[in-house]
């Protein structure tokens, strides 16, 4: 483990600590185990399956605390497990409820290891849960009551719940559309033709459901299940590299149907897939009865290594896939790889490197749309913002992070906030109440909610004494940005519209000559509902080091140029505020209101 990653975990644990000093979360459950040789495998590890039964068990037992009703897992996120766990070593597993839906709540999940000799702590992974509450004896079901957040990170997580909740009803068909748009590179045939055939890898076994594989429902235990799965996906994968494979991750699945005591269950595995150091095993388990159909219970994707003695990954052989089915699987598998390495790229972005663009395609774009609008809520639930100064109702918060630094410019508005959101996501007036906006133009629209515009603000330049100023109309080179816009309307009562942006990188629009390219770390607007029909409407922006002095010296005093733009923008809303539905414009809605990070508000 890195010093970087180090220093990033003790942050978070001590972040953590103080915002749960004298807070109890009512749906906090709390497991710990020590590791005996029974839940091992051969080189006296922890097995996943093992530790996939208890982190479900904790899961289940905090969203039925807070559901007050039986409660069945239908679905787990993606798992990346960071680390092994040795016999002797004690596993701690939290879980607690960040978010209730109507008839679903999301469970987060965090599995960290103690040694008990030498009192270190380290993370091992994290995931979210979904569960649903059993139906009444009527088939109805139950109406979940909602969560009280109460410290900041809890906030956040509940603020976040609502993208990650969106990226699962995505997530089936994002591997579909990489397909369909050729956005998947093909394999080099000739190392294909001299792999392995994949149904020498092909394992099938059949569990029978006993009662101490039943969970207190009398169903069988989902982390049961899992552990059966991850089981022939490891032989799957041994016959592969003929040597003992590590399970690194498990992509998202779905539980799409109950299993009970007596069922068998039909476990097949199948090495999808082989790349350089990693290879994917694809597993479907089915439940049936003596007598009747198959019944489809669930399917996982598995990527496993092959560790060295230093622990470096080793070169796997390639795989031949079998004509058809197994080329779909071949092929389904490299998507899902793109998929993986394209999200972590995203998240793993350090806002100090350079450049903050990110490249765009269809592939990575629902996660970095996620990413985006993430980043903004995120953002607007951290503590320790200061005020630094208001004026006639508009107030100007700022935040230091490190090397970075954040404003909130916030002020109520008397006009509804669905007519705010309209308003603002609405970027073809922005010019005539902005002054920084010089141009704007839609380059793409990804969706109904995401939008890649240009945008043209003066430029920044060095004054006498070293700062940045921003340069007179017509003076300098002009600054352009090239912004994914990401819109989101409330998800739930008490949850704000947003307006996400940040820059992306395009292929189709390299730099302009004559053009300075300026880049937007996070910002945005959030937009909440208040009494009496009003809106209270927060601008939000993280400034890079480079404009850091500017932005320093402009919010000393709330500066006329943060506070007449902020006036501006209310104004605009005001007179705008009894148009009909008819005259609102449904399009262009994502990248509203964007104020890029080297400029002013």
């Not at 008990?116 to 139950?142: I, P």
């Not at 071949?330 to 793993?348: P, V, W």
């Not at 005020?387 to 970075?404: H, P």
Request: aromatic residues 6%; proline residues 5%.
């Amino acid at each position: 483990m890195t010093t970087q990653v180090l220093d990033d975990l003790k942050e978070e644990d001590e972040e953590e600590e103080e915002d749960e000093e004298g807070c109890v979360n009512p749906t906090e459950v709390k497991m710990s185990q020590i590791v005996m040789p029974c839940h091992c495998n051969h080189r006296q590890e922890l097995s996943v399956g093992q530790l996939l039964k208890w982190m479900d068990s904790t899961a289940c037992l905090s969203a039925e605390r807070h559901a007050g009703s039986l409660c069945v897992t239908a679905s787990m996120d993606d798992i990346h497990f960071e680390h092994t766990i040795s016999v002797g070593q004690v596993v701690n597993i939290r879980a607690k409820v960040n978010r209730a839906f109507n008839t679903s709540m999301e469970v987060g999940i965090h599995v960290s290891c103690e040694d008990l000799f030498s009192d270190r702590h380290w993370r091992v992974c994290h995931s979210y849960a979904t569960f649903v509450t059993q139906r009444t004896n009527t088939g109805q079901k139950v109406t979940l009551r909602p969560v009280a957040p109460q410290t900041q990170r809890e906030h956040v997580e509940y603020s976040v719940a609502a993208e990650r909740r969106r990226v699962r009803m995505l997530h089936s068909d994002i591997v579909k559309e990489l397909l369909s748009s050729g956005s998947v590179e093909q394999a080099d045939s000739s190392a294909v033709c001299s792999g392995m055939a994949a149904e020498k890898t092909r394992v099938e076994s059949v569990e029978l459901v006993l009662p101490p594989h039943a969970n207190h429902q009398v169903n069988t235990f989902g982390g049961q299940i899992m552990a059966w799965m991850v089981n022939v996906a490891t032989i799957a994968a041994s016959r592969l590299c003929q040597a003992h494979p590590t399970l690194r991750a498990i992509d998202m699945f779905t539980f799409r149907g109950p299993s009970q005591v007596g069922d068998r269950l039909l476990l097949r595995a199948i090495v999808n897939n082989a790349f350089k150091n990693s290879l994917e095993v694809g597993v479907r388990a089915e439940a049936y009865q003596e007598e009747g159909p198959n019944r489809h219970i669930n399917s996982a994707f598995m990527t496993f290594e092959v560790l060295d003695d230093s622990g470096k990954p080793c070169t796997l052989p390639r795989i031949r896939p079998e004509p058809l089915e197994g080329e779909r699987r071949f092929q389904e598998a490299t998507a899902r790889k793109k998929i993986r390495l394209d999200r972590k790229y995203i998240i793993s972005r350090k806002q100090s490197e350079v450049p903050l663009s990110v490249p765009w395609d269809p592939r990575n774009q629902v996660y970095l749309s996620y990413n985006n609008v993430s980043a903004l809520k995120m953002l607007a639930a951290r503590k320790n913002w200061r005020l630094s100064t208001e004026k006639d109702k508009v107030r100007l918060y700022t935040l230091e992070q490190k090397s970075m630094l954040s404003f909130r410019v916030e002020a109520e508005v008397d006009v509804p906030a669905h007519r705010a959101f309209c308003l603002l996501a609405d970027l073809s007036n922005r010019t005539s109440w902005d002054m920084h906006y010089k141009k704007c133009e839609l380059i793409h629209g990804v969706d109904d909610d995401d939008f890649i515009y240009r945008v043209v603000t003066p430029s920044v330049r060095q004054a006498a004494g070293g700062s940045p100023t921003s340069t007179n109309p017509g003076e300098g080179v002009l600054q352009d940005f090239i912004l994914l816009a990401s819109r989101r309307k409330p998800c739930g009562h008490g949850d704000p519209y947003v307006i996400a942006l940040r820059s992306v990188s395009l292929a189709t629009h390299p730099p302009f000559e004559g053009y300075n390219r300026g880049e937007v770390l996070c910002a945005g607007f959030t937009i909440l509902e208040t009494n009496n029909n009003m809106s209270l409407i927060s601008y939000y922006n993280q400034a890079s080091p480079e404009v850091l002095p500017y932005i320093s010296t402009d919010i000393a005093g709330l500066s006329s140029s943060f506070y007449h733009t902020f006036c501006s923008c209310s104004q605009y809303l005001s007179r705008n505020r009894q148009l009909p539905a008819s005259e609102e414009v449904t399009g262009n809605y994502g990248a509203a209101n964007t104020i890029v990070h080297s400029t002013p508000l």
